[in-house]
Protein backbone atom coordinates (compact mmCIF):
# COMPACT_ATOMS: atom_id res chain seq x y z
CA UNK A 1 0.00 0.00 0.00
CA UNK A 2 1.54 3.56 -0.62
CA UNK A 3 1.15 5.95 1.76
CA UNK A 4 2.93 8.49 3.53
CA UNK A 5 2.24 8.93 7.69
CA UNK A 6 3.44 11.96 9.45
CA UNK A 7 3.97 11.83 13.00
CA UNK A 8 5.60 14.48 15.73
CA UNK A 9 2.96 17.04 16.13
CA UNK A 10 1.29 17.97 19.35
CA UNK A 11 1.59 20.85 21.92
CA UNK A 12 4.27 23.16 22.47
CA UNK A 13 5.04 26.24 24.22
CA UNK A 14 6.48 29.36 22.86
CA UNK A 15 10.35 28.66 21.86
CA UNK A 16 10.07 24.63 22.02
CA UNK A 17 10.66 22.23 19.39
CA UNK A 18 9.58 19.67 17.11
CA UNK A 19 10.64 17.34 15.13
CA UNK A 20 8.05 15.93 12.55
CA UNK A 21 8.19 12.96 10.70
CA UNK A 22 6.77 11.79 7.29
CA UNK A 23 7.56 7.44 6.78
CA UNK A 24 6.72 6.72 3.32
CA UNK A 25 5.18 3.12 2.04
CA UNK A 26 4.95 1.21 -0.97
CA UNK A 27 7.71 3.57 -2.77
CA UNK A 28 11.17 4.55 -1.99
CA UNK A 29 11.35 8.57 -0.93
CA UNK A 30 14.69 8.93 -2.26
CA UNK A 31 13.58 9.00 -5.85
CA UNK A 32 11.19 12.11 -5.07
CA UNK A 33 11.22 15.45 -4.20
CA UNK A 34 9.43 15.77 -0.76
CA UNK A 35 7.65 18.66 1.04
CA UNK A 36 5.96 19.88 4.13
CA UNK A 37 3.24 21.63 4.12
CA UNK A 38 0.95 23.56 6.74
CA UNK A 39 -2.83 24.63 6.59
CA UNK A 40 -4.89 26.75 9.31
CA UNK A 41 -8.54 26.13 9.10
CA UNK A 42 -9.90 28.62 6.64
CA UNK A 43 -6.79 29.10 4.98
CA UNK A 44 -5.17 28.03 1.90
CA UNK A 45 -2.51 25.18 2.17
CA UNK A 46 1.36 26.51 2.39
CA UNK A 47 4.37 24.99 1.25
CA UNK A 48 7.22 25.51 4.04
CA UNK A 49 10.03 23.65 3.08
CA UNK A 50 11.14 21.10 0.18
CA UNK A 51 13.79 18.80 -1.14
CA UNK A 52 14.79 16.81 -4.19
CA UNK A 53 16.31 13.69 -4.12
CA UNK A 54 20.11 15.53 -4.47
CA UNK A 55 19.51 17.47 -1.38
CA UNK A 56 18.31 21.16 -2.86
CA UNK A 57 16.03 22.63 -0.77
CA UNK A 58 13.27 25.39 -0.23
CA UNK A 59 12.29 27.40 2.63
CA UNK A 60 9.30 29.73 2.89
CA UNK A 61 10.71 32.77 4.00
CA UNK A 62 8.46 32.92 6.74
CA UNK A 63 10.27 29.55 8.54
CA UNK A 64 14.21 30.18 7.37
CA UNK A 65 15.97 29.70 10.02
CA UNK A 66 13.80 27.75 12.33
CA UNK A 67 12.77 25.30 9.98
CA UNK A 68 14.86 22.45 8.71
CA UNK A 69 14.13 19.61 6.50
CA UNK A 70 16.06 15.92 6.31
CA UNK A 71 15.73 12.47 5.10
CA UNK A 72 16.53 9.34 6.66
CA UNK A 73 16.81 6.68 3.38
CA UNK A 74 17.87 4.11 5.41
CA UNK A 75 13.93 4.54 7.08
CA UNK A 76 12.34 5.68 3.92
CA UNK A 77 11.64 9.19 6.15
CA UNK A 78 11.70 13.03 6.14
CA UNK A 79 11.88 15.10 8.68
CA UNK A 80 10.70 18.91 9.88
CA UNK A 81 12.89 20.13 12.38
CA UNK A 82 11.17 23.57 13.78
CA UNK A 83 12.85 25.80 16.10
CA UNK A 84 11.68 28.56 18.23
CA UNK A 85 8.54 27.84 18.35
CA UNK A 86 5.88 30.75 17.69
CA UNK A 87 1.98 30.73 18.04
CA UNK A 88 1.85 31.30 14.38
CA UNK A 89 3.00 27.97 13.32
CA UNK A 90 -0.29 26.71 14.98
CA UNK A 91 -1.09 24.43 11.56
CA UNK A 92 -1.87 20.95 10.69
CA UNK A 93 1.43 19.74 8.79
CA UNK A 94 1.35 17.37 5.68
CA UNK A 95 3.89 16.07 3.93
CA UNK A 96 4.13 15.33 0.21
CA UNK A 97 5.92 13.42 -2.50
CA UNK A 98 6.37 14.24 -6.45
CA UNK A 99 8.55 12.50 -8.85
CA UNK A 100 8.52 15.76 -10.93
CA UNK A 101 8.56 18.98 -9.19
CA UNK A 102 11.75 20.83 -8.09
CA UNK A 103 11.68 21.60 -4.40
CA UNK A 104 10.35 25.16 -4.97
CA UNK A 105 7.74 24.38 -7.78
CA UNK A 106 6.54 21.78 -5.20
CA UNK A 107 6.21 24.25 -1.79
CA UNK A 108 4.54 26.58 -4.57
CA UNK A 109 1.45 24.22 -5.43
CA UNK A 110 -2.11 24.12 -2.60
CA UNK A 111 -3.11 20.27 -3.28
CA UNK A 112 -3.63 19.25 -7.12
CA UNK A 113 -1.28 17.38 -9.34
CA UNK A 114 1.23 16.17 -6.13
CA UNK A 115 1.69 12.13 -6.43
CA UNK A 116 1.43 11.42 -2.95
CA UNK A 117 0.17 13.25 0.14
CA UNK A 118 -0.46 12.24 4.19
CA UNK A 119 -3.22 12.86 6.07
CA UNK A 120 -1.28 15.64 8.10
CA UNK A 121 -0.56 15.49 12.43
CA UNK A 122 -1.63 18.65 14.05
CA UNK A 123 0.79 21.22 16.17
CA UNK A 124 -0.59 23.69 18.62
CA UNK A 125 2.04 26.23 19.82
CA UNK A 126 0.71 27.90 22.98
CA UNK A 127 1.30 28.51 26.72
Known amino acids: QVQLVESGGGLVQPGGSLRLSCTAS????????VGWFRQVSGKAREGVSC???????YYADSVKGRYTISRDNAKNTVYLQINNLKPEDTADYYC?????????????????????WGRGTRVIVSS
Open 26 to 33: GFTLDNYT
Open 51 to 57: SSSDRGT
Open 96 to 116: AADQVYTPHVLCGMKFAGIDY
